[in-house]
Structures are given as structure tokens and as C-alpha cells.
């Protein structure tokens, strides 16, 4: 597997801002309704926006998400879920997938696996 699953953030430190700091391409995956309504609040509160500076609250976000470090938040697209499901590199930087919901329950191995 790839050096993603080697990322340790302490349970109490995780927000989106430190995943989008990693110096890697991160995709975010939203299993359920749950989750994803989870991680629109969570966007929303620490200020992440679409590329277009419209909060995630407006506009539905879809099951996997590609979070940046200029605290945007974007659809992946074709291109991006070929990469979720399948890359380890985008350029230069590695491929991190998130399962969000072992993020916020404080799971250690939070990386997502299919």
C-alpha cells in the first residue's frame, strides 16, 4: 500500500484543516448520508468553500471529495475518481483517501479501503 496509510493525526487535532495540509493530493470519501452531512458542517465551520467561494452548506457535495490546501473544496470529476480509486501520485505528491467517518471517530487507521 501506499505511504498514506503511515499518516497519524491525534484524535483530537482532526479537522480538514490538517488533512489539507498534508503535502499530498487528499480525497475525502463520504460513505453516508451521515458522514457527508457531518463533513459539510465540519467545511462549513472551518471555513472551507468551493473554488467559486460558495460554502458547502449551499450546494451538495458529492460522496468523494477532494479537499486543498487553499481551503477549498472541489468534485473530483472523472479524472479525480480515477485517481481516488487507483493512482498513488498526482504530480509529485501522493495520493491520501480519507474515509471520513473513521476520521472523526478517532480510528488510527482512518485511510479509506474499498
Known amino acids: 500500500m501506499s505511504k498514506s496509510n503511515k499518516i497519524h493525526i491525534s484524535k483530537e487535532d482532526r479537522t480538514l484543516a490538517k488533512l489539507a495540509g498534508l503535502d499530498a ?4 470519501y463520504c460513505g453516508d448520508r451521515k458522514t457527508l452531512q457531518k463533513f459539510i458542517e465540519d467545511a462549513d465551520n472551518e471555513y472551507f468553500h468551493y ?3 460558495t460554502a458547502l452548506s449551499e450546494r451538495k457535495p458529492d460522496g468523494i471529495m477532494s479537499v486543498n490546501q487553499n481551503r477549498t473544496v472541489n ?3 472523472y479524472v479525480g475518481t480515477l485517481a481516488f480509486h ?10 491520501v483517501r480519507v474515509d471520513y467517518r473513521k476520521y472523526i471517530a478517532g480510528y488510527k487507521n482512518f485511510i479509506y479501503e474499498p
Open 51 to 53: 473554488g467559486d467561494g
Open 86 to 95: 487507483h493512482a498513488e501520485m498526482v504530480g509529485e505528491r501522493p495520493v
Open 75 to 77: 468534485y473530483p470529476g
Open 25 to 28: 493530493k487528499v480525497y475525502v
